[in-house]
């Protein structure tokens, strides 16, 4: 359910119940012909699927939306580049998908992302394919990134998380605990079982 609330939160999904707001605006009220233009101009995407185009390189898939958005090239040349030396990918751009790895390409979707300066970021399973060295770098990345915008991340990997301002755990798709890392440490519910049991995965992963 997880994944579902993101796509009602982005307005790619329609809830069956409840409402959405955003600056007081109820989404579920917006009509289908503006949806596409809300999603442009106020949120941007980063999904497990990096949903790249083979024949296209790094760079041309970082500008594909912005392209079709109309922005001109020299402007999208001057944005992308310090995003591009944060996320450490400025070597990469003229490179093909299929010629870096899959944190690479993580990290590409993020760019891709940011580079729309949305002021909502979604994020689903951000570092699901990240190695430990591509994790750090993207962790790092989102707190000079994020700054001034409203980021909801899901994670499965919790180190993802540990420095948000909001955890939300949902189980059954329910919110049953909620709070910063160390205020749910410290209830000893079902957040610190979580996080006790990825870090015995962690500390197998290394010494295995």
């Not at 995003?83 to 993020?110: C, H, M, N, T, W």
């Not at 962790?139 to 420095?163: C, G, P, Y």
Request: cysteine-free; glycine content about 6%.
């Amino acid at each position: 359910g997880k994944t579902t609330l993101l796509n009602i939160l982005a307005a790619l999904d329609k809830a069956s119940s409840g409402e959405v707001r955003l600056d007081g605006m109820n989404l579920s009220s917006i009509r289908d012909s503006q949806i596409s233009s809300f999603r442009r101009d106020n949120v941007g995407f980063v999904f497990q699927e990096f949903n790249l185009l083979d024949t296209f390189t790094l760079r041309d898939n970082i500008y594909l939306p912005r392209v079709l958005a109309g922005i001109k090239p020299s402007q999208m040349e001057a944005e992308l580049k310090p995003i591009a030396e944060v996320l450490g990918i400025d070597g990469l751009l003229d490179k093909y998908p299929f010629e870096v790895s899959g944190g690479q390409k993580q990290r590409l979707s993020i760019a891709r992302a940011f580079l729309k300066d949305a002021d909502i970021i979604i994020l689903d399973e951000a570092t699901a394919f990240a190695d430990p060295e591509n994790e750090h770098i993207i962790q790092e990345s989102f707190k000079k990134l994020s700054k001034n915008k409203t980021t909801l991340m899901i994670a499965h990997r919790l180190s993802t998380v540990v420095d948000a301002d909001r955890i939300l755990v949902i189980d059954e798709g329910r919110i049953v605990e909620e709070g910063k890392h160390s205020d749910l440490i410290a209830q000893d519910g079902q957040y610190k079982r979580l996080w006790d049991e990825y870090q015995k995965a962690v500390d197998w992963r290394i010494g295995g």
